[in-house]
């Protein structure tokens, strides 16, 4: 349990700062290391697929999405959504198909969605677009063999928001039988009080009510055959673990399918580029989920 209401500003203030923690390089070093390395990954991304760009999931500036198909796509794919990271105010989908080489190669389609970065968006209108792309995204395909989700710290918040969707607003019934949740930010309220919500201008109740702890028991009646990865890096601050460990356990106390990885020798940026790698544990996960989703956590 977080004793987060008990630190000053300054403590909080680095626990909920990820660079400060990385093992590898300073603060500056790491996040410019980090955009690198994803850039890098993405141009690989669209080399390697056949790829439809800025595509409108909505009438917003920032409503679009790139989509990667594998060369020689089966009649019913698995489909993989990725939501970005960034604290809902830096990053881009343009910056995110770092991790489509080894998934594309398994037959899947990757999706990248775009959101409106704060202050433009707030924390609601991002969570209705998240959720409106994969509506969008879904409606686009007769026949899927399962929808995946991933996400990445603000993108894992957004992942999991999409889960406790009720879907009866869009009309739609997807099947999302799979998710990555990667060093995510679950309860919100913490965020209030930090210098990341400046640009938000989140108040206490928009938090609780776009915190996904705050909706286990009605993501067990939308996603409740979902297969959910709680992962969190070694190298992370101790209140991100705990964000990921609270909701870990409040998910596996509702009867869903979920497990937990704490993942060595990485923090809060390699944790998520090395998706790239064929031999890392969450890419071997990545690819067991969509592509032999009968085989359940463990």
């Known amino acids: 349990m977080s004793n987060w209401k008990k630190m000053n500003k300054e403590e909080l203030e680095k626990q909920y700062s990820p660079s400060h923690w990385s093992h590898r390089m300073d603060k500056d070093a790491v996040i410019e290391a980090h955009i690198k390395e994803i850039a890098k990954g993405t ?42 990271g960034g604290y ?51 409606q686009q395909y007769s026949a899927l063999s399962g929808v995946y989700l991933c996400g990445h710290s603000a993108g894992a918040h957004l992942g999991a928001m999409v889960l406790c969707t009720d879907w009866a607003e869009f009309g739609i019934s ?9 060093s995510g930010i679950y309860d919100l309220c913490p965020i209030v009080h930090t210098s990341v919500n400046d640009p938000l201008q ?52 509702a009867g869903l399918n979920v497990c937990f990885h704490d993942v060595p020798n990485t923090d809060h940026f390699d944790i998520i580029e090395k998706l790239t790698e064929e031999d890392y544990e969450l890419t071997q996960w990545h690819s067991v989920m969509v592509c032999n989703p009968l085989q359940k956590c463990s």
């Not at 990865?229 to 870990?248: L, N, R, T």
């Open 174 to 182: 997807p099947d999302i039988k799979g998710a990555l949740l990667v």
């Open 43 to 84: 141009e690989k991304g669209q080399n390697v697929a056949q790829t439809w760009l800025d595509i409108a999931y909505g009438h917003g500036d920032g409503e679009k999405l790139d989509i990667y198909l594998p060369p020689n796509p089966s009649p019913a794919p698995a489909l993989l959504i990725y939501f970005h």
């Open 202 to 253: 989140m108040t206490e109740s928009d938090a609780l009510r776009n915190s996904p702890l705050q909706f286990v028991n009605i993501m067990k009646q939308q996603a409740g055959n979902c297969e959910i990865v709680v992962s969190v890096a070694q190298h992370d601050s101790d209140e991100f673990k705990k964000q990921s460990q609270g909701y870990y356990q409040a998910v596996k106390a």
């Open 88 to 138: 809902w105010q830096l990053l881009s989908k343009d910056l995110s198909g770092f991790m489509v080489p080894p998934l594309v190669k398994a037959g899947a389609i990757v999706v990248a969605v775009e959101y409106s970065l704060a202050p433009k968006g707030n924390m609601d209108l991002i969570v209705s677009q998240v959720r409106r792309s994969v509506a969008f995204i879904v």
